[in-house]
């Protein structure tokens, strides 16, 4: 028997043409006038506090938080929900004090991995970079996927059809007019996204009612709220460090860092990011625990959509695919935007390249075979998640060795590194299966039997703890040694 959809696939696809060709048309352009590399790379250093909170939101906020948040929270609680918003949001403002810090001591500068050149050699400043783009490229994998997976479960449209117009488009007009017509379109898709969520979150009060409460999730879920329920503590510190760890090595946010007209427009800029991003990511969080309420064999990816689009209505399908495809396009150009600069300022001390290599248009090849890749495995459908963890776990070991060296001139290379192996190591070992059963360390090398329920219960948890945790207390073991 057919699925019976939504809404029609021509109506869909001509939304997802439409809505991807209006934002390429405005983008290429606005950025007519602002052909040079100081706007591609940072805008020219001018970008003030609206337009710079616009943008550091609306490229937050990518299709990922109509799936993540209410999935995470089926299985998670409320811990779950506190832990992603918060994950999400935190690392602002960890940026104002970063921030001012990079600006101060490399006012030149564009790139967090340019910074990091000056601080340590080649070896590990080469790992920082290609874990960025790994990262980077892994998100832009998962925006892609989740916005065709979201109008394919609307309308059945082919997944490589949305895959194909979202990329192409967004690509066009970013590699055309870079950081500059990003933050542009941000402003604009900020606007669509804030006016599509409202209405959104006042037509899905009117279908649930009194069952958007805490005292529903209550009656019908209690375990999800309850303070022994151990995946409230453990999914919510999990995400709450998976998501704030990567976010501090997404160059879109450095670009953007650096794009400012000053530091007091940072800085405001990054509190009412913060302000706003806790509330949208903690509501979207709370309709998965609403929908595991109502229906507990709902499926997770689709929680919010089982609350909202229960009636079938068309205008609000319309509304979700105009909502999916303005949060994807403001995350993918950030996302297309940020790799090419890393690629523009960082390859030629990391290929030792030739001065005379265009490296503008090194890096647009180099974002073009990315989008192809990108392309094939988000037509595929495949399920980025294990791989996006794993990225996260990638980062987490990253994060303290990283940052700890803006304040603590005495950290070496060596002591980094060594530093974040050990996190490598100890994390992988935690990692676990994608099945979450057992890992390398517990089920494989070892019985799990040898170890407490708590640990073949919680890997996922104590493999980024150990990620995080480890490079810390081997740096400062280090620094105790000394003296």
């Known amino acids: 028997m057919d699925k019976t959809y939504f809404i029609n696939q021509s109506t869909s696809l001509t939304l997802v043409i439409v809505i991807s060709l209006i934002f390429t048309l405005l983008g290429l352009v606005y950025s007519k006038k602002y052909q040079d590399l100081e706007n591609y790379l940072i805008a020219n250093r001018s970008v003030g506090s609206f337009s710079l909170s616009a943008s550091f939101i609306a490229s937050s906020l990518g299709a990922w938080i109509l799936f993540g948040p209410a999935s995470a929270a089926t299985w998670g609680g409320i811990g779950a929900v506190v832990g992603y918003s918060i994950g999400t949001a935190f690392p602002m403002i960890l940026l104002i004090f970063f921030g001012k810090k990079i600006r101060k001591e490399f006012p030149k500068g564009s790139t967090l991995v340019e910074f990091l050149r000056k601080k340590f050699r080649k070896n590990l400043f080469k790992l920082i970079l290609i874990m960025s783009i790994f990262y980077m490229f892994i998100f832009l994998c998962a925006e892609v996927t989740a916005v065709a997976m979201l109008i394919n479960y609307i309308s059945g449209t082919a997944l490589w059809i949305t895959s194909f117009v979202v990329l192409i488009t967004t690509v066009t007009y970013t590699l055309y007019g870079g950081l500059k017509v990003s933050i542009f379109t941000d402003t604009i898709q900020l606007g669509v996204i804030l006016i599509l969520l409202l209405i959104s979150i006042f037509y899905l009060y009117s279908f649930v009612g009194n069952q958007f409460s805490l005292e529903f999730i209550s009656q019908k879920n209690p375990l999800l709220l309850s303070g022994s329920y151990l995946p409230n503590y453990t999914a919510g510190l999990t995400f709450f460090i998976a998501v704030a760890a990567t976010n501090l090595f997404h160059q879109?946010?450095?670009?953007?860092?650096?794009?400012?007209?000053?530091?007091?427009?940072?800085?405001?800029?990054?509190?009412?990011?913060?302000?706003?991003?806790?509330?949208?990511?903690?509501?979207?969080?709370?309709?998965?625990?609403?929908a595991v309420s109502i229906n507990p064999k709902v499926i997770p990816d689709l929680s919010f959509f089982s609350l909202l689009?229960?009636?079938?209505?068309?205008?609000?399908?319309?509304?979700?695919?105009?909502?999916?495809?303005?949060?994807?396009?403001?995350?993918?150009?950030?996302?297309?935007?940020?790799?090419?600069?890393?690629?523009?300022?960082?390859?030629?001390?990391?290929?030792?390249?030739?001065?005379?290599?265009?490296?503008?248009?090194?890096?647009?090849?180099?974002?073009?075979?990315?989008?192809?890749?990108?392309?094939?495995?988000?037509?595929?459908?495949?399920?980025?998640?294990y791989l996006f963890l794993l990225a996260d776990l990638f980062c987490c070991a990253f994060v303290f060795a990283v940052f700890y060296s803006f304040y603590n001139k005495q950290l070496n290379e060596k002591t980094a590194f060594i530093s974040i192996i050990f996190g490598l190591i100890g994390g992988f070992l935690l990692f676990p299966v994608?099945?979450?059963?057992?890992?390398?360390?517990?089920?494989?090398?070892?019985?799990?039997?040898l170890f407490p329920s708590f640990v073949s219960k919680s890997l996922l948890f104590l493999s980024f703890l150990v990620a995080t945790v480890g490079p810390a207390i081997a740096i400062m073991s280090n620094d105790s040694f000394k003296r």
């Not at 879109?252 to 009412?272: D, E």
């Not at 913060?274 to 903690?282: D, G, K, L, M, N």
């Open 252 to 290: 879109g946010n450095w670009q953007r860092i650096y794009a400012a007209k000053n530091n007091r427009i940072l800085k405001k800029s990054l509190i009412v990011s913060f302000i706003v991003i806790i509330p949208i990511v903690f509501f979207m969080g709370f309709s998965g625990l609403v």
């Open 309 to 385: 689009l229960k009636d079938q209505t068309e205008l609000l399908s319309i509304i979700i695919i105009t909502l999916g495809l303005s949060l994807t396009i403001s995350t993918v150009d950030t996302l297309v935007n940020a790799i090419s600069s890393l690629v523009i300022v960082d390859a030629k001390a990391t290929l030792g390249l030739s001065h005379k290599q265009n490296y503008l248009k090194l890096s647009r090849y180099f974002v073009i075979v990315l989008s192809i890749i990108a392309f094939v495995i988000s037509s595929k459908g495949f399920s980025v998640l």
């Open 434 to 449: 994608p099945d979450f059963s057992k890992s390398l360390l517990v089920g494989f090398l070892l019985s799990a039997d």
